[in-house]
């Protein structure tokens, strides 16, 4: 019978995490705190240990880790955490993790990745070879806890170590060149250049000239010789962005450098050569591009060995709060004065569909930051196409019979509606209705200030003198 290890700070997970995989006829046994972890190890063999990574001491689920695989215990290890980021995916990985998986998960995931490891562990009972320390890891700049990042954090941490070639496929603003800049990071060609182009903005004889260099007097203004990308990037990596942007011709030798790992700038008659791990991205279906003859079959399959889809903002849409105080952050007018997003303006900016993803919302945060009139960014700072359909006609706020929302009012309208409503339901008491909305009374004032209704007469909705 397998048995498995639990660690986590919080009692309530511990049995929670204990009942479920006991439910699969697995034994367990639980630990709350590093110590106990070890002690237990030390006196029983696990197949597989789930730990949290956030742990309530000094130590955490990724010392454990370090410290178990220097053990002879070859026990699966699947890590928790409540805040996923690539870096600790990274981590993980690198240090030998079966997986790693954020919270919240869902039970039948969690008993699957188990029994993954389990299946693992007993396809190699002799136990694992302890790993050499991970790379040193910097910082990404990709900002994202929703499964799919993290599914993503954990493709970058496989594939950043090999040499093989990455396609990035994701729409315009998702941003793939984070991801490539993040996968040469965690690589270890991590000392040596990072170059990237965008085919799609130069003709061929041009972005043939940047890609392989050119020799002096090759064409008209080739007044010396000049490397090209491919060469200032050897040792490094090279990103081709819109790759589906490039002509056949160019694409017939750009499948020549990968498969040779040589170039011959334009008018020189001998080849270089260069060491390159190229990654390419594109917003196009690659593939489809490839069936319809839009695009080399065999330039794909040699760019494709790793493909990693980059989600768009719309299917991840519980990071925009986290991505929202991100760029505020970087666009506040001053330093020690930061921004801050209204309830309304959050629920609006996450119900919008961002069809220019990440980089059309750190330009629309950079937009409200400007005309923001104090530290509080509301509805009426965000740009109009981030705005509902304003109603035909003008509801007065005095009517809530008239219905809450049925003319498809702003956000800032229907708070305004509802406090009214609960106001007038609670007869004007005011302390019924902050217990009605699940706030103090000091609070319902500031809400009534901002919609400008006087508290002693709410069925009215009179606004305040000035």
Not at 93 to 121: M, N, W, Y
Not at 170 to 183: N, W
Request: glycine fraction near 8%; include cysteine.
């Amino acid at each position: 019978m397998s048995r498995i290890l639990v660690i986590d700070d919080d009692l309530e997970t511990c049995r929670f995490l204990a009942e479920i995989f006991q439910s699969q006829g697995w034994e367990v046994d639980t630990a709350r705190t590093v110590r106990g972890a070890v002690r237990r190890s030390e006196l029983v063999a696990y197949d597989c240990i789930v730990s949290d990574i956030r742990l309530d001491e000094r130590r955490s689920g990724l010392d454990l880790l370090k410290l178990f695989r220097k053990s002879a215990s070859g026990a699966e290890i699947v890590l928790i955490s409540g805040f996923g980021s690539l870096e600790i995916a990274v981590e993980a990985v690198q240090e030998g993790a079966f997986d790693f998986i954020s919270k919240p998960f869902q039970v039948q995931q969690i008993i699957s990745t188990v029994s993954r490891a389990l299946d693992r562990h007993g396809e190699n009972a002799e136990g694992s070879t302890p790993r050499e320390g991970g790379l040193e890891i910097p910082a990404s700049g990709i900002i994202g806890r929703t499964p799919q990042m993290v599914d993503l954090y954990k493709e970058i941490a496989r594939v950043a170590p090999s040499r093989s070639t990455v396609l990035l496929i994701g729409e315009s603003g998702t941003g793939k060149e984070l991801i490539a800049r993040s996968i040469h990071q965690h690589s270890r060609r991590s000392q040596r250049h990072f170059v990237a182009i965008n085919c799609g903005a130069l003709t061929e004889t041009l972005l043939e000239s940047e890609l392989f260099g050119h020799v002096k007097g090759s064409f008209t203004g080739a007044i010396a010789d000049k490397k090209g990308y491919f060469e200032e990037a050897s040792g490094g990596t090279l990103l081709l962005d819109e790759i589906s942007e490039t002509t056949p011709a160019l694409q017939v030798k750009l499948l020549r450098v990968l498969q040779e790992g040589e170039i011959k700038r334009v008018g020189d008659t001998r080849s270089t050569q260069v060491d390159v791990r190229v990654i390419a991205a594109t917003n196009r279906d690659l593939e489809d591009e490839a069936k319809a003859g839009r695009f080399r079959e065999d330039l794909f399959y040699r760019l494709s060995v790793v493909t990693l889809r980059v989600p768009p903002l719309r299917e991840r849409r519980d990071d925009i709060p986290l991505l929202a105080r991100h760029f505020l952050r970087r666009a506040s007018p001053a330093p020690g004065r930061e921004l801050a997003l209204s309830s309304a303006a959050s629920a609006l900016l996450t119900e919008y569909a961002w069809p220019g993803n990440v980089r059309e919302l750190e330009n629309t945060l950079e937009s409200a930051a400007l005309h923001a009139r104090g530290g509080l960014i509301t509805t009426e700072d965000l740009p109009a196409r981030i705005q509902p359909m304003r109603p035909s006609r003008a509801l007065t706020a005095s009517d809530p019979q008239s219905g809450l929302y049925e003319d498809l009012p702003s956000l800032d309208e229907l708070q305004k509606r509802y406090l009214l409503h609960v106001l007038k339901s609670a007869g004007g008491n005011r302390s019924r209705a902050a217990e009605i909305l699940g706030v103090d009374r000091r609070t319902l004032y500031r809400m009534a200030e901002r919609f400008q209704i006087d508290l002693e007469t709410p069925e009215t909705s009179t606004p305040r003198p000035r």
